[in-house]
């Protein structure tokens, strides 16, 4: 009898029945856990040589593979600079040019595991120096990307192209590059991505940064405008993760520091009938005898003079040296609501901006990366006042191939981008100069990559509602609930103590 009265839940079987349960409990969280845990990561890699008109950089990108289209997950692995000049050098010698490349080559088969190399693309774009080069003479230029395409062939990589890229592509790259890496791609609009949105959409789209590139042959201006970009050539459309950018950008040929000095160079021996050049560019003092050759041989520069040498002298003085800089540019006749200079369209200036390479290079040797418009204009007119002796004195370990040319490079720095680009006093503060985003360099070559691996989806990627953690954290608390509430009934059960109910 008194067996008869035992709480039925206490029989072997309930206990084993609520055994059995709660295994099944731990085995469910067990391997909703295991599943989902992250795969150890498998990493895929990408080499983008940039052959610029003065030197050649080889980038290794890396990224985990299961990862790819999220925003910001490719990163500069590792540069390689190539010695010796910019491939276009090369040009009497085109097979120097290929053979220049294998020092770099050879490293990056070093630092990407060797598995990966028959799946790892290799793209070799070449810029303004190139350009150049085909204006002048193109079937140079193709014997010197056709060396460099039979070098990079040699390699156990996969081989994707050696080309000479637009200026639009060189200035849109850049932008990408820039806003991939600080995510700005990342924000979204508030507009659910299917729906369609107005013509004039730019003043919707979440806020990007401009990029501003100075290379030595040509420069890049690339942002997006306010206002509808009215020419055609200056108009790039992307959809990147479900947002639509109108971009406008320009690329300036022989705007580039190097070039820009061999026309300044020119038109300044042309007003001068003496075979000295007397130089308000370069500090007092500084002296060189110079072959005329070495501007003249330049497709930049038109005018032409009989001599062989001209003697270069210094005199330091950044107010003559502006005016002798603004003669490159005409700010004259605009067939466009506005424009920069040589009458190429350009809309007002818009949001904040990166300025890199030689921007970068030039801004941050003379310490004006932080200050304002006025401060810098006071800074450079001091440094070029200094003898050469004394910048000598001062910077003993800079190359004087770069040191030289400081007074010049800030000068013609400040021209085109205050009466060029027309920045202000007021938006001077929106130009951030950068090297480096993170690990990786500011420059076009990441965004280059990104766009032919089809690293940077149109649309949005699909993201699960929950993260992983998130995910394994509610399995575990709603399991633990699961056997708190078992428990609970099973320790109540028939107790009229667990309910609130009264029996009269
Ligand atoms: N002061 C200084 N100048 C540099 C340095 N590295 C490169 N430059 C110079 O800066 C200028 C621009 O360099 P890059 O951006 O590499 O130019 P590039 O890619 O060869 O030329 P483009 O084909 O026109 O893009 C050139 O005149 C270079 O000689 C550096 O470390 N310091
Ligand atoms: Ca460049």
Known sequence: LLEMKKNPWHSPWVIALAVLIALGIIALVTTAVVQNKPLPKKFKYGIVLDAGSSHTSLYIYEWPAEKQNDTGVVKQLHVCHVKGPGISSYSTDPK?????????????????PERRHNETPVYLGATAGMRLLRKENSSASDKV????????????????????ITGQEEGAYGWITVNYLSEKFKQSNGFPSDVPLPLSINTLTPSTMGALDLGGASTQITFVPHEEVVSKDN????RLYGNDYKVYTHSFLCYGKDQALKV??????????EDVLVNPCFNKGYTKNMSLSSIYSS?????????????????????????????????????WPRCSFN???????????????????????LNLTTTTLEVAKEKLAAYCSLSWKDVKQNYPKIKDKYLEEYCFSGTYILTLLEEGYNFTSENWNNIEFIKKIGDSDAGWTLGYMLNLTNLIPAESPAVPPLPHAGYVAMMVLFSLLLVVLFVIGYKCFGRPSCTSQKYT
């Open 343 to 365: 009458g190429i369209y350009q809309p007002q200036l818009q949001g904040s901006f990166g300025a890199f390479s030689a921007f970068y290079f030039v801004m941050n040797f």
């Open 235 to 238: 108009a790039l459309d992307f």
């Open 264 to 273: 300044v160079l020119a038109e300044q021996l042309q007003e001068n009938d």
């Open 299 to 335: 497709p930049c520069v038109s005018t032409r003079r009989n001599s062989s040498y001209f003697f270069h002298r210094g005199t330091g003085n950044t107010t003559q040296c502006r005016e002798s800089i603004r003669k490159i540019f005409n700010f004259t006749g605009c067939p």
């Open 145 to 164: 990307l056709s060396s460099v395409a039979k070098s990079l062939q040699s390699y156990p990589f996969q081989y994707h192209g050696a080309r000479i």
């Open 96 to 112: 120097r040019a290929g053979a220049s490349l294998q020092e770099c080559m050879n490293e990056a088969k070093v630092k990407i």
